[in-house]
């Protein structure tokens, strides 16, 4: 057994006998691509995409051209640590659908914080519920750069027409930036709000999420319904 086996199998058993909770975000990483390169020693590669992206987040978070770019990664491990992120925004909207009840900017925050993890580029979601609040339905329905994204009213409308929506909640994230809506986001709102409210459909709030929190237009009285 080499000297990398026996360091692989005891980093393993670490983890079997205590979690993730104490390994630092490079051996998180060191241990993660055990499953992507055979043979090479991944703690400096664990390390060299910590001092590159900043953080486990920020890692999780770089486009594939970034990170086979990094020392020690290459195309597939690129393409391993960007399929594990997928994962990840996955169980989180599987986790988040059985608690899928939006009612008030708490809980369209709550849903749609997790909708935009790992994104690097801005991108548009549009919840439709029924009645009571539970969500029908939730997709992309736009993605665009790293500062803009492009939604398009009447696909809202024909997505919420679809499933017979009486209400909606859209979100986009600022991936590079703050929570805050840019007047950009402030006209697309009132747009989106008012081509719904033409075929009996109620926008009831708009989040935007950054890196610095989560935003609802409701909850800080920049939604078109208080503003006029």
């Known amino acids: ?19 993730l909770d104490h390994f630092p975000d490079h051996k998180v990483l060191e241990m993660l691509l055990y499953y992507a390169i055979p043979r090479a020693d991944t703690n400096e590669t664990g390390h060299a995409l910590i001092s590159r992206f ?3 987040s920020g890692v999780f978070d770089a486009p594939l051209s970034m990170l086979k770019e990094t020392v020690g990664v290459g195309l597939e491990a690129a393409t391993y640590i960007k399929y594990i992120s997928g994962v990840i925004r996955r169980y989180m909207d599987d986790y988040t659908s059985l608690h899928n009840i939006i009612n008030d900017p708490e809980s369209a925050k709550d849903y749609m914080r997790h909708k935009f993890l790992c994104e690097s580029r801005e991108c548009a979601y549009v919840a439709c519920m029924a009645n009571n609040g539970r969500v029908i339905f939730c997709d992309r329905v736009g993605e ?26 859209l979100a986009h994230n600022h991936p590079g ?47 078109p319904a208080f503003r006029g």
């Open 54 to 56: 900043g953080s486990l």
């Open 144 to 169: 665009g750069t790293g500062v803009q994204v492009s939604i398009i009213p009447a696909e809202i409308v024909r997505l919420a027409l679809r499933c017979d929506a009486v209400r909606a909640v």
């Open 177 to 223: 930036g703050i929570c805050n809506p840019s007047s950009h986001d402030l006209r697309t709102t009132s747009i989106v709000f008012d081509e719904l409210r033409r075929v009996g459909i109620e926008l009831i709030d708009h989040i935007i999420v950054a890196p610095d929190g989560v935003y609802s237009m409701v909850e800080n009285s920049m939604f």
């Open 1 to 19: 057994m080499s000297s990398h086996s026996g360091h692989r199998d005891r980093v393993k058993k670490e983890f079997r006998d205590s979690g």
